[in-house]
């Protein structure tokens, strides 16, 4: 369960996001077949200790990564929106890299209504989606792969 954080805790929590995180914005297709978006903040990396300190500190689901073409196993750890807005918001200065990111994350996860950033109990207005859908291109500009010069 999550604790509260100490000031060495939100420099290590900030040094991970930066360094091994990803916050990211993705779309997808609900069961209807309409455009929805959703957000979350992830740590992915073959030592197991960081991302256990990351669920029991903030709290979050674990799981590992076994893709045939990785060497060892990739142990990832993962927050929903609003719980990633509520810790970020604690970092959002320590952050060099990915200050940009958590901002945009912060600013989808205010328009979610659902306590977990999940199941709408109403469906999204269309001003709500174009909204979702800047943030989001925003974000995916933020997190674009830098073309390889070799």
């Known amino acids: 369960m999550a604790r509260k954080l100490t000031g060495e805790d939100r420099g290590y929590f900030a040094a991970l996001i930066d360094g091994e995180g990803c916050i990211r914005i993705g779309r997808f297709k609900n069961k209807n077949g309409d455009l929805r978006y959703r957000a979350y903040c992830h740590v992915a990396m073959t030592a197991k200790g960081p991302i256990r ?28 929106a609003k719980t990633a807005a509520k810790n970020l918001k604690k970092i959002l200065h320590l952050l060099r890299v990915k200050r940009k990111q958590a901002t945009i994350l912060r600013q989808f996860a205010a328009t979610l209504a659902g306590p977990g950033g999940s199941g709408e109990p109403r469906p999204v207005s269309k001003s709500m989606l174009q909204f979702r859908r800047k943030l989001w291109w925003r974000n995916r500009n933020l997190n674009k792969k830098a073309k390889r010069t070799v």
């Open 53 to 80: 300190w990351l669920a029991q500190t903030i709290g979050g689901k674990i799981y590992i990564d076994r893709r045939p073409n990785y060497n060892k196993p990739v142990y990832c750890w993962q927050i929903n």
